[in-house]
Structures are given as structure tokens and as C-alpha cells.
């Protein structure tokens, strides 16, 4: 089983509509959780880290549940610069290596 | 965010040579972060560079065949020796640093024929 694995996409969605991202993760030892957003040809980049309690930033939400050990990011009113491959992250403490899913690409269609 | 030099950009070699991939990063970090992603994949870490000390070396990557050197707290360089096709990639450096968190050089892409 991969350590981290995401929804596998592609999403093809209309300009304004929501879209949801699911990733889980299988080591429970895991203590920090991030979306990074990649563009073609491009590295990644971070998009927003994600906390037990909830995040929120501007159209874009992330969840954790620790106790099952998945991680959730929302898109709301998607806008076509949002077209990317989302990276679903983990690492297990504060300067050891990330561990990266597969990521989900996503395309918002005018 | 952290600011991360890294060349170059990209190259084409021939099978059999060496690449020697540098990141220079812009204040002094305890570790850097060597990946590789693959056409179409994420991206996997190579191994984790030390100033003074050697390299740790995730499964399926060797010293031999990815050299490292951390000469100092601001640079490293990633060697990918006696190349062939399946080494055609991104290789991407990265760092820790507060507060910007872990940032990544804009990478290297390397195709060998």
C-alpha cells in the first residue's frame, strides 16, 4: 500500500463549480499535512497546510481527520488559473523528507 | 519563500556520461532534499543530504549511481552517473526553512538519448 494515495483524477470541471480532493495516508506517526499545487512543467509549490481543526483560504478549504487518517481539500467557484495537479503531502516531523501522492490533476474548462 | 538556484534547467545527454545537478540556497539549512519525478508521476525522494556527513539514501537508489555532496550549508550538487534513458526525469532540490516551510528548486529536466 502507498504511503499516501489520492483520488486519481482527471477532474474536468466547468468555470464556478466546486470540486472536492480526498488523499489518505497509511503512517499513522504522520504529524504535518499539505496541498501543493504543480503546473505543467513546473515545480511544486505550496498551496496551504492543513490542520486538525480546519483550514480555510479564501475559495479553498482543507480538512484532516487523524483518526482516519485522510486529508480533504475543497475548491470553491473554481476559476481556470485553479487547472494544476494538487499534491496531497505528508511528513512525520519537523525536517524529515515529504512524502508525496500521486496527485490529482484538475481542469476547469471556461 | 526560501530562494532555491538550481541548474540547470534542463539538458539532453548521452547514455554513459554523467550530470552533475547543482541548488544553491540563499541562507544557511541543517538538510536538503534531493527528488526525482518521473514523466507523469510524483515526485520520490532520492535522498537527504548532511552538511558533513554522508547522504542517507532512500530504497532503489544507490551512492554509486546518484553521488552527492554537501559542502556546505547553503550548497549541494546531485550526480547522475553513467545515464540511461530510464534516468530521464525532473530533479528537484528541496529545503525546510522557517518560515517559509519546505520549498523546491525550479528543477532540473533531463532527457538522455
Known amino acids: 500500500r502507498k504511503e499516501v494515495e489520492q483520488d486519481p483524477g482527471p477532474f474536468n470541471v466547468p468555470e464556478g463549480a466546486t470540486v472536492a480532493f480526498n488523499c489518505t495516508y497509511s503512517n499513522s506517526a504522520s504529524q504535518s499535512f499539505f496541498w501543493y499545487r504543480q503546473d505543467c512543467r513546473k515545480e511544486p509549490k505550496l498551496l496551504m497546510s492543513v490542520y486538525s481543526s480546519g483550514n480555510e483560504d479564501g475559495r479553498f478549504t482543507a480538512q484532516l481527520n487523524r483518526a482516519s487518517q485522510y486529508i480533504s481539500l475543497l475548491i470553491r467557484d473554481s476559476k481556470l488559473s485553479d487547472s494544476a495537479t494538487y499534491l496531497c503531502v505528508v511528513t512525520s516531523s519537523g525536517n524529515t523528507p515529504l512524502v508525496f501522492g500521486k496527485g490529482t490533476r484538475l481542469s476547469v474548462i471556461a | 519563500s526560501a530562494v532555491i538556484s538550481q541548474k540547470p534547467s534542463r539538458d539532453i545527454c548521452q547514455r554513459g556520461t554523467s550530470l552533475t545537478i547543482q541548488c544553491q540556497v540563499d541562507?544557511?539549512?541543517?538538510?536538503m532534499f534531493w527528488y526525482r519525478q518521473q514523466p507523469g508521476q510524483s515526485l520520490t525522494l532520492i535522498a537527504t543530504a548532511n552538511q558533513g556527513s554522508e547522504a542517507t539514501y532512500e530504497s532503489g537508489f544507490v551512492i554509486d549511481k546518484f553521488p552527492i555532496s554537501r559542502p556546505n550549508l547553503t550548497f549541494s550538487t546531485l550526480t547522475v552517473s553513467n545515464m540511461s534513458p530510464e534516468d530521464s526525469s525532473i530533479y528537484l532540490c528541496?529545503?525546510?526553512?522557517?518560515?517559509?516551510?519546505?520549498?523546491f528548486g525550479s528543477g532540473t529536466r533531463l532527457t538522455v538519448v
Open positions: 528541496s529545503v525546510n526553512r522557517e518560515p517559509y516551510g519546505y520549498t
Open positions: 541562507s544557511q539549512v541543517t538538510m
